[in-house]
């Protein structure tokens, strides 16, 4: 009967969902519709993460749905997975609605924002707990077409406009994927339902082809490199609370289908080798190329949204590395990797959606997404600097904060590559693992940039240094997300015997048993002598070390003395001497020159003399390789088609009537 | 307990000791450069100084700047006591393994670099940035040297690290040896030594880690100097461990633990002779050959466990 | 695991072969490549040698001898000669970044794992672990004849691919006969005297010991036809 619960909860959540999207109908005051919907949408969260909580912990059920089309009625289900995925939408989604009263403060053109974001929602929630492929395709595409006119909010600039276009058509050729992959599996067992497809016997080759349609499929929807064109655009142009959710939850939900359909639907037995070796190595590739494209933008959203690919690229690492030990035959291994990656899809929704919220504060604030000319924001926002500092540390995998905790576990997985069969994997997989570090190492020097160059040094204009912090509402909803960062770092030993349902359901394992053997003070994902961590005790000791240190060296009576910055003996500093984003990145597009291929313009003008310089400018310009090299001569090569046909339509009667005759021709020649 | 109340004097020790093998280095290069050099008290009578010192500060700096020495000291002197000096199974070594220890110190890094950008002069922003980026470089190399051995040993967790050293039969292992170079290079690169950085040149054109803490002063000043002055000796303690582990103490009675204690120092000293002739015999390199030298400790690392699965495994 | 001494040595020594293929592509200056060069010469030497004790091999000491005089000591030398003689410029030009080099050297050495590994599990010698190496040395060579522009490093990378296929023969059947070793030993003593003759006809031609400029200068000359 519990488990009934949790999908009544779950079901109530999608009627909140659906009821504010509703609220635009009573014609309300501005004031009154914007509380009206994110009061509905706040709901709508606590509902999705107590759906989840007790999905966990109490079980799941199914249930049918008086819904849908006669022959085809809707069958919704709730498991441990789509129970994880409802907690971690639902723990966004709380706090981003709480932000969103407070963020959507003076905007005019609420309706169309009440609309599609609860529909948004809807969507992502009807995925997580559909039971067959056309409950499933229905509320994806709810989900990719209300999200399309999100990011066309501000429609009235032609590059958002295009940015939707580009989102669009992408989320489309994903959704045509994975419709293909259903329709593989649908020829296999000839039913809708998933729990048909589990039980069907797929032969390898058309296993092998479904794997790899729901890969590109899902892979275009997370923004897998080199699938991720549309990531950067949409993106920074939609309202930031609008892209806390797109980044940190709706990639998530890709996340979610490709563990459905792949894992699930066609069962850790069915693996081949090469798809944990692909999914690796699309992981190491997105983590790194993601994190590299990060560190050379200027636009703050556009940056976070280079890292959204870096962390599905790290997400996608652990499946990988799951997949292959999956298919070795080593479960628990595999369990420990699934569990990994579960783990960095929260972390990576939490922080990431903080990270968002942040942004969205200093463009609420300034009116600015372009870091060249901010800085110095901790002193008008320091609530939001504080918060923005734990989502920077939690992104950069530093202690005690949960992005650590995940990337150490995906270190551990990795560590098991002894245990694969063949001598190209167990070098390969320690190969990624130092491209994992790279990248967490890359990610740790962009937040520096980021922060350094946002919130610390002088302001850089005006608006920077007229700033100022934001209202209670929008604090509240980055708070929370901040302290959840902070618990899920501490305490991952009691949050993943909550997850283990997961590999209880794919693997038949369950980790729980040893990665609390020690007490819940430390995590020990396999055995404590071969690796432990406990963040609260270092946090502990450091905290103690720390408080020791500052009551020794403070004797009272030796207070600081302020003065002007020292700078080698130089104090006159100007604001536009610091380091900026550009400069802060310069050795590294040095060093990866070849990978950027950046396109370097330093004019000097010199109008009076030739000797005389009246103005320098350093033009960079650091272009999306995948862009260049594979979407644009896409484009060309459909264009040179289209061009191609128009042509040949233009040729008058005897053109149409020839290739009647030729189809003619070749009909008979084919069937006859 | 015994075992506790050794692991708080080892932890005591890295710390104490951490300047004396500071002024060591400066004086063994010293004597090798013809000079006479301060003494090895140098760096404790510096840091006393310091410590008794007014703090002046920026005008405009944030609490990022007030904080980030504390949190600086106190991460590495975190992971410093984690490692294992004189015995092997000590209790807090279990907070953290390999990979949490160089969080550790990459959270401290994380602070400094903060730190160096805080102030807004060009200098800090400059050592911040060049920092990062090396220390970005790095990671994949000393990741995997740290694999090839815990790939051998079937664990990142310390003790149980050197405990299968110390178990196992000698024998000649070529990946532990690519290991060690690789982590030599890396360390090098992390403490910022010649031929990456010199840690006693202002010179702007060659300073990376001097950068990030130019406008410190007073304690401040000495937390981040003796929290470097830490690192180096947690860094040498920890090649010491898993490269050469033999004669630490496996349990707590009196007599293994002054031998372990005594081993660990002579240990510890011959590498720091060996950094002093290694920093006297080199020049430093420019700025731009650093991502060559730090690849190439990558692809000596990989050579490790390439070597190690071709000639250790497959027998 | 190994448990005698003897394999041990060779499995170190086939490390340090492998260090010193990758050594010879990180070069940046033409006499460290060539004294690496001469290392890997004296490498062998001391396999041979190693090898020669462990079998009870009596043949493979005349080996050993003679890869320590000809490789380790004569070949060096000669090139050295040639170098100093013909004035050519010091540094090492490759044709590609040399962290992509290492990249590329990285994953032929995995792919020469990967080969051998089915050929190891069949063969009993004490040396088949280094076989592997040997392989990689190979390919690393022929990498290095790939990557650089000069001439005369494309004749050591050569002669580093000679080494490697001596380094494998030692390693897989114990060495080769002696007749046949030394028929190859002269045979490479030979080359590299024709090379060296070659290298002073050639600058004497083309004004170049680079192939690039060769190559354009033989179009110029079509041209010109």
Redesign the interface.
């Known amino acids: 009967m519990s488990g009934f619960l949790s999908l009544d909860l779950a079901l109530a959540a999608c009627i909140t969902a659906l009821l504010a999207a509703l609220t635009p109908i009573l014609r309300t005051s501005t004031h009154v519709l914007r509380s009206m919907f994110c009061l509905l949408l706040v709901a709508t969260g606590l509902l999705a993460m107590l759906s989840g909580l007790t999905g966990l912990i109490a079980g799941g059920g199914a249930m049918l749905l008086p819904l849908g089309l006669p022959w085809l009625p809707m069958h919704v289900r709730m498991d441990a997975l789509s129970a994880f995925f409802l907690l971690t939408i639902g723990s966004l989604l709380f706090p981003v609605a709480i932000y969103s009263q407070g963020y959507l403060r003076g905007e005019s053109q609420l309706t169309v924002l009440a609309i599609f974001m609860p529909l948004f929602v809807l969507g992502m929630l009807g995925i997580v707990i559909s039971d067959d492929a056309f409950t499933f395709m229905l509320f994806w595409e709810l989900m990719s077409i209300s999200s399309y006119f999100l990011v066309a909010f501000k429609h009235e600039n032609q590059e958002n406009r295009k940015a939707a276009f580009i989102y669009l058509l992408m989320a489309h050729m994903a959704g045509l994927l994975i419709l293909g992959s259903f329709a593989v599996l649908y020829a296999a067992c000839g039913s809708f339902e998933f729990s048909v497809m589990r039980e069907a016997f797929v032969s390898p080759v058309w296993a092998s082809a479904a794997f790899l349609l729901a890969g590109f499929g899902f892979g275009t929807k997370a923004g897998v490199v080199p699938l991720h064109g549309w990531l950067p655009e949409a993106h920074p142009v939609a309202p930031s609370n609008v892209s806390a959710l797109m980044s940190g939850v709706m990639l998530k939900v890709a996340i979610f289908g490709f563990i459905r359909v792949v894992w699930d639907l066609m069962g850790a037995g069915d693996f081949q080798w090469w798809w944990g070796a692909l999914v690796l190595a699309a992981g190491s590739c997105s983590a790194v190329t993601g994190v590299l494209l990060a560190l050379q933008q200027h636009d703050l959203k556009r940056l976070l949204a280079y890292h959204s690919i870096e962390n599905i690229g790290i997400i996608l690492i652990a499946l990988g590395l799951a997949m292959l030990l999956a298919h070795y035959g080593h479960p628990m291994l595999a369990a420990l990797g699934l569990i990994a990656a579960l783990y960095h899809t929260i972390n990576h929704a939490l922080f990431k959606g903080l990270l968002f919220m942040g942004a969205g504060a200093v463009l609420h604030s300034t009116g600015m997404r372009g870091m060249e000319s901010m800085g110095g924001l901790i002193h008008r926002m320091p609530w939001t600097a504080a918060l923005f500092l734990v989502a920077c540390m939690s992104i950069s995998a530093l202690p005690p904060f949960n992005g650590f905790v995940s990337e150490w576990l995906i270190f551990q997985t990795a560590l098991m590559a002894p245990q694969l069969g063949g001598a190209l994997l167990t070098a390969i997989v320690p190969f990624s693992a130092a491209m994992l570090a790279l990248a967490g190492a890359l990610a740790a020097a962009c937040f520096v940039k980021v922060f350094g160059v946002v919130f610390l040094g002088h302001a850089r204009s005006k608006e920077a240094s007229d700033a100022h912090e934001v209202n209670d509402w929008m604090k509240v909803g980055m708070a929370i997300p901040a302290v959840f960062c902070l618990l899920l770092g501490i305490l991952p030993v009691l949050f993943i015997p909550l997850m283990d349902g997961v590999p209880q359901m794919m693997l038949q394992v369950s980790l729980a048993d040893s990665v609390h053997a020690h007490g819940w003070l430390w995590l020990t994902p396999v055995d404590v002598s071969h690796s432990s961590y406990s963040a609260s005790v270092a946090l502990l000791g450091m905290l103690m070390l720390g408080g020791v240190a500052f009551w020794l060296l403070h004797p009272k009576g030796t207070n600081v003395r302020r003065s002007v910055a020292w700078s080698c003996g130089n104090p006159h500093t100007h604001a536009r001497m610091q380091y900026n984003a550009t400069s802060f990145s310069q050795p590294l597009r040095r060093i990866f020159a070849g990978i950027y291929r950046a396109e370097e313009h330093v004019r000097i003008e010199r109008n009076r003399h030739k000797l005389l310089t009246d103005h320098v400018s350093y033009v960079v310009h650091v272009g999306d390789m995948a862009v260049k090299y594979i979407y644009q001569p896409v484009d060309r090569f459909i264009l040179f088609i289209a061009k191609f046909i128009q042509h040949e339509h233009e040729r008058g009667l005897h053109a149409y009537l020839a290739y009647t005759l030729l189809t003619i021709i070749f009909l008979l020649a084919v069937y006859i | 307990m015994r075992s506790a109340l050794v692991q708080f004097f080892q932890a005591g020790m890295l710390l104490l000791l951490a300047p004396l093998l500071a002024g060591f280095v400066a004086t063994c290069r010293a004597r090798l450069q013809n000079r006479r050099g301060a003494g090895v008290m140098q760096p404790w009578r510096n840091l006393r100084k310091l410590f008794s010192k007014e703090v002046v500060m920026a005008s405009h700096a944030s609490w990022i700047f007030r904080t980030a020495p504390y949190v600086v000291f106190t991460a590495t002197v975190m992971a410093a006591s984690v490692v294992p000096a004189m015995l092997v199974d000590t209790p807090l070594s279990l907070i953290a393994d390999v990979i949490a220890l160089v969080a550790l110190l990459a959270l401290s890094r994380f602070f400094q670099a903060l730190a160096g950008m805080d102030i807004g002069t060009a200098f800090g922003g400059m050592g911040a940035s060049r920092e990062m980026t090396f220390a970005a470089l790095g990671e994949p190399a000393m990741l995997m040297s740290i694999f090839v051995i815990s790939l051998s040993a079937h664990s990142t967790n310390l003790t149980s690290m050197i405990n299968h050293t110390l178990n196992s039969p000698f024998a000649l292992h070529p990946s532990l040896a690519f290991a060690l170079v690789a982590m030599l290079l890396v360390a090098l690169a992390e403490n910022g030594r010649i031929p990456i950085d010199n840690p006693t040149t202002h010179l702007e054109l060659t300073m990376i880690h001097e950068a990030m803490i130019l406008e410190y002063s007073g304690r401040h000043l000495a937390l981040m100097e003796w929290a470097a002055m830490v690192k180096l000796l947690l860094f040498s303690t920890l090649i010491v461990d898993l490269f050469m582990p033999w004669g630490m103490a496996v349990n707590t009675d009196a007599i293994s633990l002054v031998q372990a204690f005594g081993l660990w120092l002579l240990k510890v000293a011959g590498l720091m002779i060996a950094l002093a002739l290694a920093e006297t015999g080199m020049a430093k390199l420019r700025l731009f050959d650093v991502p060559e030298y730090l690849s190439g400790a990558f692809v000596i690392a990989f050579l490790g466990l390439l070597s190690f699965y071709m000639l250790e495994v497959g027998a | 695991?190994?448990d005698t001494l003897v394999?041990?040595?060779v499995?170190?020594l086939?490390?340090?072969m492998?260090?010193t293929s990758?050594a010879l592509l990180?070069q940046h200056r033409l006499l460290s490549v060539l004294n690496w060069f001469a290392a890997q010469g004296f490498l062998l030497a001391t396999t041979a040698a190693v090898v020669a004790y462990g079998t009870n091999n009596h043949e493979l000491y005349i080996s050993a001898l003679m890869a320590l005089l000809l490789k380790g000591l004569l070949l060096p030398w000669l090139l050295w000669r040639v170098i100093r003689q013909l004035h050519v410029h010091r540094e090492v030009e490759p044709l590609m970044?040399?962290?992509?080099t290492?990249l590329i050297?990285?994953a032929l050495?995995?792919f020469s794992?990967?080969i051998i590994?089915p050929i190891?599990k069949i063969s009993h010698l004490m040396t088949?672990?280094?076989m592997?190496?040997a392989m990689a040395c190979v390919l690393l060579g022929m990498l290095m004849m790939i990557t650089r522009r000069k001439a005369i490093t494309q004749v050591i990378g050569f002669l580093a691919v000679e080494n490697s296929l001596f380094f494998a023969a030692i390693g897989s059947t114990n060495g080769m006969p002696l007749v046949v070793e030394i028929g190859i030993a002269f045979d490479v003593l030979i080359a590299a005297l024709i090379f060296g003759l070659f290298f002073f006809q050639i600058r004497d031609t083309f004004d170049s010991l680079e192939v690039d400029a060769m190559h354009a200068h033989l179009i110029h000359k079509d041209d010109d036809e």
């Open positions: 695991m190994s394999p041990q040595l499995d170190g086939a490390a340090l492998l260090l990758f990180a970044n040399r962290t992509m290492m050297a990285l050495t995995l794992f990967h590994q190891e088949r672990d280094s592997a190496i």
